[in-house]
């Protein structure tokens, strides 16, 4: 009876197999005219010499591999790539300490923490907030005659304005810490999903043959939550490496200073913006193939320590 | 027995107290900011240059006034923000939804080349085909419109991918089953039983997709060029250079304080919705 | 391989499955609310809020234009009416667009837009979009070249360069610029400007392509009361006397510096004085030079900031403005005339410009500093109307002398700046009374725009903005060179060094 069901049922599937196919029909259109379109003319503008110089188009002339030549034999890509990371780092160890903290506080029902909701809004408030807005707020408050500097000074602690901006350490952690508070919360809230879904009995058990509340972190709790983990990582990488808001906004393009806080994507977008389609092309390219790499290499990492 | 009990207890308190610091000090760490920002979009220019207080200054109404009065499009900037990013989350969510029932419901031949696919391209970063995007946009006339911010959105591979996965434990074969034995289209079927059953899984996801639009600045600043036509984080983000505002911080404030103050309101409608579904469903997971 | 990485997205994605628990509610509100905001907005679209205005406005000013003839703009106007019906004006900020709000007869504003107007039945757009990063310049060069076969209410009529690019639009070929011929503009029609302020924008052919109302020679902007408590006087010339030179201004910074104030709000400020005075362009063909000026500059300042007379803000910027204010302990700012009328918050209470406490001399070196010029684009469905601001703007003595009454603008009329200076009841009020015509005509007669080139805004900013890390001391000056060489080279691929 069931058995035949079933095959009543496949056989009305493959009768209604064409609007497979139309269903997806909007999703393949717009992908294929709005990115695979762009994608691979990105690619080909990457052979060209193809610029504007004030009113005059230079150009497109096919020069083969040497705006790969020119962007990789130049120290400065490399140098942006640091930066991304650096800033990248700032913002992501803190915010997966103060997860897994947040979270596992919030999933031990020892401690039976209050307003739980409440904390939990507020953490999550910050992504919700324009970064561009955040960036420009946190430059005027972190001005050299800000109001941060200024409560500095009233309250002693510093005689002259620090210039947070002018600083490569400051201006990375500002960058960094930004990230840091617009991302916490989310993954706090991703993390505690997680750790939510494990089968309390592991717990229970583990408690009952004695085990203290760190060793249940960090022998059961920990090793069930790595797909999550993986999954945080990851995502938060590609995030960081299309890090631009922030920085962009901060320094005003300028990636001060000394260019410590150029971001890949701003560096990208300071091409496109002058309409140097070839560097771009290339510097497209390369940014995808890094992507790709970092997103195998992450994965291969975090899976050969699981076998 | 006694005394270890007696342990414990004591040391889950210290835990407990540890805890409410830590989590008072991190919601001080997100709340500050914005309550610098209130303070000082009430505070006129003068008394900005004067160093900070903690108390509220009475210039709110004049800067509202002036940020208005200024040639900051700002409310325009507000309503194109508006149109795109909601125009964005419904095309978002009811096409995803359409493409993943698609790969859920049907058998065909190249659907797991598909789903396979889409996987692949989710985690291509949208930056690194801005630039054949915005040559294509150009050569299709639409540069300076709001549908190369609009229409991509149909197309959304980790959307797709949500709804794909909410599927699987959310839509039995059997009830779509049971409509077309009474006779419904497929279309019909579609709308007027998938979509309802998917209803938790959008408003997720129509929230995430919406932030994502709002938020967007790198797009909309190569796309937009018209002044009334710009969104708000462009708008922010020309705050920064020279020209504009003749420097009245307390309008700059007042700006600032326009275009997030708004969405923190509507989160705090929704937060229930958001954060606190958290819990449940994992519970009911 | 391919399963695995599924298999962790898919537990990921589970885990934000579990999200979704009770948001039923959340996509009931959400979305009917998205078709009510969107509905209203869409009403709202339209640019044409102007009609009611339009219909109210025309009794007093615009119809006597129409029947009198006479005058030479009611004619033009008249003639205006069966052009386009759309005047779209490019800029980069508000100045000119107060100039023609406030002095060109006929124009009147939009209460429900900043950025519209009317000219008879002619509606203006400023088009504004700021200069930073070659922005604006970025925005012409995209849209100028296609500007003839652009619709009619999109045409370009008019779009304002500064000196700093005005070459690269004067020289474009083709033509962006409509020269005076074209425009029908004669030369006797403008004999009573400044020879430099037409230089400029003269082409290699000898054709004049676009006028200004403004000489923008450029001064030293003291505060009066710092000058009085550290200098012992706030009488120009004595002043002038403390910073004839850069040796004496220097050493006026080390006695404003034991007072408690700064010589200079940043090393930005006087950059454009030494950048005036140097001996060769930025660009050679297509070759970079840094001129000796441009790094006694460089060499200058960091004295200057090693020694904390001063600081490294970006121009414009809030930390720079906070010298408007007497908190601020500036001593001066370099600068023209627009500076101190159209930026120095002088309608803002607590302010030094406010309490008419700047005062104005030359300087260590004579300088200029702006001016904005008006050009005609090629393509304009408006050249009546256009060649009627043109003119009005920048040679009717009486409309001159009201932007000089009520903008205190130095224009461009050595006639009008004579009469000015020679007029001893003549004051500023933010100068203190002080009549700053005599110096700003002397000093517009020495303005030399021989040494500019197509890429002077963005060599001056990238050069600024790459040596402020040397000032702060966090790179060497080679390497604030190099910085300085990246940048231009992002902005124009084609230079070399």
Same mark, same amino acid.
């Given at each position: ?53 004030g009113l005059k ?251 | ?285 | ?24 509610? $959340? &996509?009931?509100?959400?979305?009917? +609310?998205? =078709? #009510?905001? @969107?509905?209203? *907005? /869409?009403? !709202? %679209? ?9 219909? $109210? &406005?025309?009794?007093?000013?615009? +119809?006597? =234009? #129409?029947? @009198?003839?006479? *005058? /030479?703009? !009611? %004619? ?25 709000? /406030? ?28 200069? /930073? ?7 012409l060069?995209?849209?100028l070249p296609?500007n ?10 008019i779009f304002l360069v500064e000196a700093d690019y005005a070459l690269k639009y004067v020289n474009a070929d083709p033509a962006v610029a409509m020269s005076m011929d074209d425009l029908g503009i004669a030369a006797a029609d403008i004999s009573d400007q400044y020879k430099y302020t037409q230089d400029i924008v003269t082409d290699t052919n000898g054709k004049l392509r676009g006028l200004s109302w403004q000489a923008c ?63 060769k362009p930025?660009v050679d063909g ?82 200029y500093?702006?001016g904005t010029w008006i050009c005609g684009a090629t393509g304009t469905?408006?050249p009546?109307?256009v060649k009627?601001?043109m003119l009005?703007?920048t040679t ?16 461009n009329s050595p ?29 517009a007669e020495k303005v030399d725009m021989s040494k500019i080139s197509d890429y002077d ?41």
């Open positions: 009876m069931d058995g035949g069901k079933k095959k009543s049922g496949s056989s009305n599937v493959v009768k209604y197999n064409k609007w497979g196919y139309i269903f997806l029909l909007p999703f393949m259109i717009v992908y294929a005219v709005f990115q695979l379109i762009p994608f691979v003319s990105t690619i080909y503008y990457s052979f060209f010499e193809n610029y504007r110089s188009q230079i150009g497109p002339n096919f020069i083969g591999m040497e705006n790969y030549a020119t962007l990789l034999s130049n120290a400065d890509i490399w140098k942006y790539t640091e930066n991304t990371f650096v800033m990248w780092i700032l913002g992501f160890i803190p915010q997966i300490i103060v997860s897994l903290l947040l979270a596992a506080w919030f999933s031990d029902p020892s401690l039976r923490i209050k307003g739980q909701r409440f904390f939990k809004t507020v953490i999550y408030l910050p992504n919700l907030i324009m970064a561009a807005a955040f960036a420009m707020l946190f430059f005027t408050l972190f001005a050299d005659s800000g109001p941060i500097n200024s409560m500095l000074m009233q309250a002693g602690l510093i005689s002259e304005p620090y210039k947070f901006m002018s600083n490569t350490g400051s201006a990375r952690m500002l960058v960094g810490f930004m990230n840091f508070l617009m991302w916490f919360g989310n993954t706090t809230i991703l993390l505690l999903a997680g750790m939510m879904g494990i089968d309390t009995s592991l717990f229970e058990a583990a408690e009952v043959d004695g085990a203290t509340s760190n060793q249940i972190f960090w022998r059961i709790t920990m090793p069930l939550l790595r797909p999550i983990f993986v999954f945080v990582l990851i995502t938060s990488l590609i995030g960081g490496l299309q890090m631009f808001d922030v920085p962009q906004i901060l320094t005003a393009g300028e990636g001060a200073p000394d260019r410590t806080t150029m971001t890949l994507i701003m560096f990208l977008n300071k091409h496109l913006f002058n309409k140097n389609y070839g560097m771009s092309g290339a510097l497209s390219v390369i940014l995808l193939i890094v992507t790709g790499i970092l997103s195998f290499a992450v994965y291969k990492f975090t899976s050969n320590q699981n076998d | 027995m006694d005394s270890r009990r007696l342990k414990r207890g004591s040391s889950v308190t210290t835990r407990r107290i540890i805890a409410y610091i830590v989590l008072i000090f991190v919601t001080v760490l997100c709340l500050f900011w914005f309550y610098v920002l209130f303070i000082n979009a009430t505070r006129s220019h003068s008394d900005l240059t004067r160093g900070f207080t903690l108390i509220p200054g009475g210039y709110a109404l004049a800067n509202w006034k002036s940020l208005m009065g200024s040639t900051q499009p700002v409310l325009s900037g507000m309503r194109n923000s508006l149109i795109i990013a909601i125009s964005a989350a419904v095309l978002s969510t009811y096409f995803s939804t359409m493409t993943a029932y698609a790969i859920h419901a049907y058998e065909f031949k190249i659907k797991n080349a598909m789903f396979t696919f889409i996987l692949a391209v989710m985690m291509i970063p949208t930056q690194v085909v801005a630039l054949g995007f915005i040559n294509l946009m150009g050569r299709m006339k639409l540069m300076d419109t709001f549908v190369p911010l609009i229409i991509p959105a149909i197309a959304a591979p980790a959307t797709f991918f949500y709804m794909k996965q909410y599927m699987e434990s959310a839509l039995p074969m059997a009830l779509l089953e049971a409509a077309r034995i009474d006779g419904s289209g497929e279309f019909r079927t579609f709308n007027s039983i998938v979509l309802p059953l998917m209803k938790p899984a959008i408003a997720v996801q129509a929230i995430f997709a919406f932030v994502a639009s709002w938020n967007n600045y790198f797009t909309p600043a190569l796309v937009l060029t018209t002044d009334k036509k710009k969104t708000l984080p462009i708008l922010i983000a020309q705050l920064r250079s020279a020209d504009f505002l003749k420097f009245d911080m307390g309008q700059v404030y007042m700006m600032i304080a326009f275009s997030i103050f708004p969405v923190i309101i509507v989160y705090l409608i929704l937060s229930k919705h958001i954060v606190g579904g958290v819990a449940v469903g994992a519970v009911k997971g | 391989m391919k399963k695995k990485i599924v298999s962790i997205m898919l537990t990921a994605a589970m885990t934000a499955t579990l999200l979704a628990g009770c948001g039923g509610a $959340a &996509a009931d509100t959400a979305a009917p +609310a998205a =078709a #009510d905001a @969107a509905a209203p *907005a /869409d009403e !709202a %679209a339209p640019a044409d809020e102007a009609a009611p205005a339009d219909e $109210a &406005a025309p009794a007093d000013e615009a +119809a006597p =234009a #129409d029947d @009198a003839a006479a *005058a /030479d703009s !009611a %004619a033009d106007t008249a003639t205006a009416s069966d052009e386009g019906k759309v005047l779209n004006i490019q800029c980069w900020n508000e100045e000119f667009k107060s100039r023609v709000t /406030d002095h060109y007869p006929g124009y009147e504003a939009d209460a429900s837009d900043p950025n519209s107007g009317k000219i008879g039945d002619v509606t203006v757009k400023w088009i504004i979009t700021p200069t /930073d990063d070659n922005a604006y310049q970025n925005h060069d995209e849209i296609t003839e076969s652009a619709a009619a209410d999109d045409k370009v009529d020679s450029a001064g030293l902007i003291y505060n009066r009361d710092i000058a009085k408590e550290v200098l012992g006087t706030e009488e120009p010339e004595e002043v002038q006397e403390k910073v004839k030179d850069w040796a004496t201004f220097n050493k006026t910074a080390e006695d404003l510096k034991k007072a408690g104030y700064f010589v200079e709000s940043t090393v930005n400020d006087s950059y454009r004085v030494y950048s005036n005075n140097v001996s930025w297509t070759t970079v030079q840094i001129d000796p000026n441009i790094e006694k500059w460089v060499e200058d300042s960091k004295a200057l900031v090693d020694a904390k007379e001063t600081n490294t803000y970006d121009l414009w910027s809030d930390d720079w403005n906070k010298g408007f204010y007497p908190e601020g302990k500036v001593f001066a700012y370099f600068g023209p005339a627009w500076l101190i009328n159209f930026c120095m918050a002088a309608d803002t209470e607590g302010s030094v410009a406010n309490a008419g406490r700047w005062g104005l001399c030359v300087g260590p070196q004579s300088f500093w702006g469905d408006n009546t109307l009627d601001i009005t703007m009717d003595k009486a409309v001159l002398r009201e932007i000089v009454e009520k903008d205190s603008d130095c224009v006639s009008l700046l004579g009469e000015l200076a020679a007029d001893t009841s003549f004051g500023n009020k933010i100068l203190g009374g002080q009549n700053p015509y005599k110096q700003l005509a002397d000093g805004q963005g060599c001056n900013e990238s050069f600024q903005a790459a040596m402020k890390d040397y000032f702060e001391g966090k790179v060497d000056y080679d390497k604030a060179v190099a910085n300085f060489q990246t940048a231009v080279k992002e902005k124009y691929p084609e230079l070399s060094f």
